[in-house]
């Protein structure tokens, strides 16, 4: 299939649908079901094929490809997440993510969006901040997502430890882990603030534990590190 488009259009998806329909891998679509979790059919295509036609689709208007979401199959999700990723202003970036975020139902397409923050720092971090107030639980996985981007900015790590304080009485389970990873990450290059923000801060038992968990099952975690936060885990 042509992918290289000066304009797509509501007529283009049919034969889109076709195209990816025809690379589906039935023997892997239930397993891949499971891991994914998602209401949306599923074709178990493998993600490098998906970076692939993502990559020819950018070649042309992509940002038109874009104005078509939703789409009607996960894997349509994901290259909509890698062209979201091709944006390199944040402003314009915003507003796909923005429209994007309405129908995510799983980690996956949150995880593979990347963020064009190089530039944009005030807006970005801004725009996670209203991100993680939203009701929409992936619409907060997002948020989290971007702080990742500062997760070498000392300047930065108070202002977004307030803010996963606001999360303490989180409930979704992909929120949870996704401060929990974010703070697993921060313990490399921030450990002694983070192990005081364990010690001290507002966060949930779940948080606090799955990040000792995550941290101890790290291979850049140093095992003395390990031990320590060991003695940090809540509810023993």
């Known amino acids: ?10 007529k283009d998806l049919s034969g889109f ?21 998602t209401e949306l059919p599923i074709l178990a295509i493998p993600s490098p094929k998906l970076k692939e036609i993502a990559k020819e689709i950018a070649k042309g208007n992509f940002l038109s490809f874009l104005e078509l979401m939703p789409h009607e199959v996960f894997e349509a999700t994901m290259i909509d ?15 796909y993510i ?30 996670a ?10 619409k907060r996985r997002i948020g989290i ?29 992909y929120v949870n ?16 603030k983070v192990l005081e923000f364990l010690q001290t801060g507002e966060l949930n038992d779940f948080v606090v534990n799955k990040t000792i968990s995550k941290a101890r099952d790290s291979f850049r975690i140093p095992d003395d590190l390990k031990e320590k936060l060991g003695a940090l885990k809540r509810g023993k």
């Open 81 to 95: 997440a890698y062209l979201i990723g091709k944006i390199k202003n944040f402003n314009i970036q915003k507003q």
């Open 177 to 192: 882990m996704a401060s929990a990873w974010f703070l697993c990450e921060c313990l490399i290059f921030h450990t002694q």
């Open 98 to 127: 923005e429209k994007f975020a309405l129908f995510i139902d799983n980690r996956a397409v949150v995880d593979s969006l990347k963020f064009a923050v190089k530039g944009y720092e005030k807006a970005s971090f801004s725009y």
């Open 145 to 173: 997502r971007i702080f990742f981007s500062f997760v070498k900015d000392e300047n930065s790590l108070e202002k977004i430890f307030e803010v996963l304080q606001t999360l303490r009485n989180e409930e979704h389970y």
């Open 1 to 10: 299939m042509q992918l290289q488009k000066e304009q797509w259009t509501q």
């Open 17 to 37: 649908y076709a195209f990816l329909k025809s690379l589906k891998n039935p023997t892997k679509i239930p397993r891949t079901q499971r891991i994914i979790n």
């Open 129 to 138: 901040q209203k991100l993680i107030r939203s009701e929409f639980p992936f």
